[in-house]
């Protein structure tokens, strides 16, 4: 933003020179109203950041296993209704993969404010066991199409799979 104010000032100068005040004065009047606009768009857009903040902080924890819920089976729905090259597959089942580990950080974060200390370290040591048997089991299912086209997809499917699962063992830790 600096480097663009500096070019604005560096090309009003140059054209106050060639144009003399009229035309310095007209060219200050649009940086001003452009500066403006860009404050406006600015401030607009923090406020809807903010409003989203609000809204996600504020949100039902069912509601948001239903919204991810929702998310997954539309994409489980492209990919198995949808003709879909084998790299729009294999990005398909990594969106479906990120989304349930985003969810699960989510809702590790969460029960992290609303376990005692002594029962979030048995989740953590509980997880890091989960952790190793999702590695091994994505590992296994890949083995059979090691270097093929198909392996992306096939490892994010398991892995979303896995994570899919632990996402509602940790919800129920909810009620």
């Known amino acids: ?38 404050n406006e768009a600015e401030t607009n857009e923090t406020e809807t950041n903010e409003a989203e903040i609000n809204v996600t902080e504020t949100d039902d924890l069912d509601d948001y296993m239903t919204s991810i819920k929702e998310q997954a089976d539309n994409i489980k729905s492209s990919l198995s209704e949808e003709e879909l090259t084998q790299s729009e597959m294999n990005i398909k089942s990594q969106e479906l993969y990120e989304l349930w580990d985003d969810a699960l950080n989510n809702l590790w974060g969460k029960l992290e404010k609303k376990l005692s200390e002594e029962d979030f370290s048995k989740l953590q040591d509980e997880q890091r066991t989960w952790i190793a048997e999702k590695e091994k089991s994505v590992e296994e299912a890949g083995k059979d199409v090691e270097g093929g086209s198909l392996y992306s997809m096939v490892v994010n499917m398991e892995a979303a799979r896995i994570t899919e699962e632990r996402v509602y063992e940790l919800y129920e830790l909810f009620d």
């Open 1 to 38: 933003m600096k480097k663009r104010a500096l070019v604005l000032t560096l090309v009003m100068a140059i054209f106050m020179v060639g144009c003399g005040n009229e035309g310095a004065k007209e060219l200050n009047e649009s940086q001003t109203t452009e500066n403006t606009k860009n």
